[in-house]
């Protein structure tokens, strides 16, 4: 049972119901999953030491915020990687993929024009568009290792702090990727994700405070 429950509540991290500084009660966890809060505790105990739940001086639990030198390293790996995947993707491109992508801008545009952004619907969706595209590239290698870079830390990175400009140049990205998709331009593709994960990672070195010559020295 206990094994469980610290499974059941990763995959709701994993799944976005939770962003980085988020509270995570007890109670509400043992409620929401139906199980009493002993498992709860325990479960929580376990990703408390994995520094996945922190606890703050009021002693209730958070999910832990991402290290902004974590979140530059990702998308330095990232910017490598995925443009490849999406330079395969766009010879291998069908109607069904081309569908899934209009898909999930629609969940973006929808969350990032709400009166309050639904940063959680962003990421979700977000995610949703690179892991279809990884998917169609028809590589599994390239997939399985992205993902586990992505995932190296259970708190992926989120979209807080993010400007209106900032979400609109990345939603720019995703309708342009979609754009040289439908026209099979394995180079266009290759370009502009290029250019959003670049774009991306900028946007972390901001909301870091990061020096900037640090992104000189990892290229």
């Not at 974590?70 to 330079?87: G, Q, S, Y």
């Amino acid at each position: 049972m206990r094994q469980d429950v610290y499974e059941l509540i990763r995959g709701l991290i994993l799944a976005g119901e939770y962003i980085s500084g988020d509270p995570m009660p007890e109670e509400q966890l043992a409620e929401r999953l139906q199980v009493s809060r002993t498992p709860v505790r325990e479960a929580m105990k376990r990703l408390q030491s994995e520094g996945i739940i922190e606890r703050r001086e009021n002693r209730r639990a958070y999910l832990a915020e991402v290290n902004p030198v974590t979140v530059v390293d990702i998308f330095m790996v990232r910017a490598r990687l995925e443009p490849m995947a999406a330079k395969l993707a766009a010879s291998r491109v069908d109607e069904g993929f081309l569908a899934a992508l209009e898909a999930r801008i629609a969940e973006m545009e929808t969350a990032r024009l709400a009166a309050e952004p639904d940063l959680r619907l962003y990421r979700q969706a977000n995610e949703g568009f690179h892991w279809a595209i990884l998917k169609q590239s028809g590589s599994g290698a390239l997939d399985s290792t992205v993902r586990s870079v992505a995932r190296r830390r259970i708190t992926s990175p989120t979209f807080r702090g993010w400007t209106a400009e900032e979400l609109e140049r990345s939603q720019s990205h995703h309708r342009e990727l979609l754009a040289a998709f439908r026209l099979n331009d394995p180079d266009w593709a290759e370009a502009v994700m290029t250019a959003h994960l670049h774009a991306a990672r900028a946007t972390y070195f901001r909301l870091s405070g990061l020096a900037s010559g640090r992104a000189s020295e990892d290229d």
